[in-house]
């Protein structure tokens, strides 16, 4: 039997992608994903939440779209948000393929060797 990695992982541990929620208690006070991810100093600006949900008792898990290193990433934390376990997967995993290719063929690129060149 293979090791599940990715994708598989993260599904497989915390359900479907976005089927989480879109706030948790901590403590004595409610968190929605934005403010969560702030919190913790996970609030990129290429990053896009997804969701939050209660892993276990004194246990979470946050789920957002790093953008700059194009993966879905579960970061799991506990009620001091101090940092348990990260698992990351690749978006083409979600979207597939083909998908992931035309969407980054469509996408502007800025070359850094020439300052305001499109490519």
Request: proline residues 3%; hydrophobic residues 40%.
């Amino acid at each position: 039997m293979s090791e599940l990695r990715g994708r598989a992982l993260i599904e497989h541990r915390f359900g479907k992608l976005g089927s989480g929620q879109d706030c948790v208690v901590i403590g004595d006070a409610e968190y929605d994903i934005p403010t969560l991810l702030a919190r913790m100093d996970l609030a990129f600006e290429d990053s896009w939440p997804v969701d939050v949900q209660v892993v276990s008792e004194g246990h979470f898990c946050v789920r957002y779209y790093d953008g700059q290193d194009q993966r879905i990433v579960a970061h799991e934390f506990n009620a001091s948000f101090f940092f348990i376990a990260e698992t990351r997967g690749h978006i083409a995993e979600w979207i597939g393929e083909d998908a992931y290719y035309q969407w980054s063929r469509s996408a502007a690129y800025r070359c850094p060797l020439v300052p305001g060149d499109d490519f």
